[in-house]
């Protein structure tokens, strides 16, 4: 049987240090550049030369403050601060690329739907259709604050808000221009015809908006749908809207169990769950010869900074590690935080004891993913067996250096995995207009949602 080919996104953010805090001071690293439009079009095109599915923009809109109560170590560290706004990039890259995708993570919770709408249509026509939705519902106490709340809501009651919103931007999306609605018809002036324009009349718990899209529909009408969330409440919203979703874990015994939950949570949902596209998230470490990729490994954990690390698995939890000794052992606590980040160090592989030292040297390079080390032959040897043996379609790649990682990749992982029939070889291009969406691309189908997808099951 043929094996499936290999997936790759690269998971970036908009500031300083993403998911490696501490490696920002390496001095190859150019992340201190990421005011300079060219920091993110140079990394565009090396993606599209190296046949990526997407940039993937992690957002977050909120300081990493609970480490020590404090945003001093997140702020000193460059712990995702100072944070710019992810959006703003893709017209930039998508101006010097053709097929490269663009999922952006927005925080439903604190952005009017009706508004956000209109953000994402525009999104969608600037790149013809390459424009994906990371749905989160943030994680973030400071967050809340900023946004004139005392704290976030609870952890589910976000999932029931999100709930609400989902179906506010399928009806403005899905359901409130009819596909012939614009005319473009000059020598009658008449632009669009107001027959077809629908108002959708909500009114729900949460959110009531009475009026018509404001945006013309675009190449996807609802762009492709990521979800990051594994938690009970996070995999049962994933299984009834999600098209991708990206997981993070340190072992494969956890990514498996991820994978398997979500694929058996979208079949209990109605829908195909070999359709759902899984995203795991990694670090590759390489170079010609395994020796280089060890002494480059060694370099970098050199510069891993365990106060900055702790600062993120702090935000990340909900709880202040600077609380525990290093050496005491990481159980899991409750809270209105990610519960995915902290599952994932215990009750997901109990065979496993983490200390706070551990997880924070773990974290520290790469995030909450493997970190795969070894020459081109070695990595790629681990990425199939990651895939073989999880059921994952593919990998977020995050990165250690910026941009050094990304091309490590691109000029020794990609063309290795090619040689084995286990990567494209060019971006498909095919006759029709819809081969070039970002769906189209990952999902093989069209431009559009699914006609079983609830987001065109909606009513108005």
């Known amino acids: 049987m043929t094996k499936p080919i290999i997936r790759f996104n690269a998971f970036q953010m908009n500031t300083v240090s993403h998911q490696s805090p501490g490696l920002w001071t390496h001095p190859r690293d150019t992340g201190h550049r990421y005011t300079d439009p060219e920091h993110w079009t140079a990394l565009a095109r090396l993606l599209e030369a190296g046949l990526f599915d997407a940039v993937f923009l992690a ?67 600037l790149t013809r259709g390459r424009i994906g939705w990371n749905i989160v519902t943030g994680y973030l106490d400071s967050a809340a604050r900023n946004l004139g709340l005392d704290r976030q809501l609870s952890h589910d009651a976000r999932y029931d808000l999100a709930d609400e919103y989902m179906e506010v931007v399928y009806k403005l999306w899905e359901k409130s221009w009819d596909d012939d609605a614009v005319v473009n018809d000059k020598a009658r002036g008449v632009y669009a015809e107001p027959s077809r324009i629908h108002p959708i009349r909500h009114e729900g718990r949460y959110y009531k ?21 594994t938690s009970p409440r996070g995999t049962a919203f994933a299984a009834r809207h999600a098209e991708c979703t990206f997981v993070s874990g340190p072992s494969k015994k956890v990514v498996r ?20 596209k899984i995203y795991a998230q990694a670090l590759i470490v390489t170079a010609p010869t395994e020796a280089e990729a060890r002494a480059k490994h060694d370099e970098y954990r050199r510069h891993i900074d365990i106060d900055a690390a702790l600062a993120l698995l702090s935000g990340w939890t909900g709880i202040d590690f600077s609380r525990f000794p290093l050496d005491a052992t990481v159980h899991y606590i409750e809270s209105d935080a990610g519960r995915s980040a902290l599952a994932s160090f215990t009750e997901a ?80 291009n095919h006759n029709d207009s819809d081969s070039g969406t970002l769906r189209s691309r990952i999902t093989g189908g069209g ?14």
Not at 99 to 117: Q, W
Not at 209 to 228: I, N
Not at 262 to 271: F, K, Q, S
Not at 390 to 419: C, K, W, Y
């Open 59 to 125: 957002d977050v809109l909120g300081a990493y403050d609970v480490f020590q109560g404090s945003a001093d170590a997140a702020l000193r560290h460059a712990v995702q601060a100072p944070l710019n706004d992810p959006l703003a990039l893709v017209p930039l890259m998508a101006q010097v690329t053709e097929h490269l995708g663009f999922g952006v993570t927005c925080a439903l919770t604190y952005e009017h739907p009706y508004t956000f709408a209109r953000r994402m249509s525009t999104l969608d026509h």
């Open 209 to 229: 908006v009475p009026g018509f899209h404001l945006c013309e529909p675009s190449p996807q009408r609802t762009p492709l749908l990521y979800q990051a969330g």
């Open 257 to 276: 169990q991820y994978a398997g939950d979500l694929r058996a949570a979208v079949r209990a949902a109605g829908r195909d769950g070999d359709d759902l």
């Open 349 to 428: 592989d109990p065979e496993r004891t983490w200390t706070v030292r551990e997880a924070a040297q773990f974290v520290g390079l790469g995030g909450r993913g493997p970190v795969l080390v070894g020459d081109p032959r070695q990595v790629a040897d681990q990425l199939q067996a990651w895939q073989d043996e999880t059921g994952i379609d593919g990998f977020n790649l995050a990165f250690a250096v910026a941009h050094d990682s990304m091309r490590d990749v691109v000029e020794l992982i990609v063309p290795e995995l090619q040689r084995r029939g286990r990567y494209r070889s060019a971006y498909d």
């Open 447 to 460: 431009a559009r949602l699914p006609a079983s997808h609830v987001g065109r099951q909606v009513a108005i």
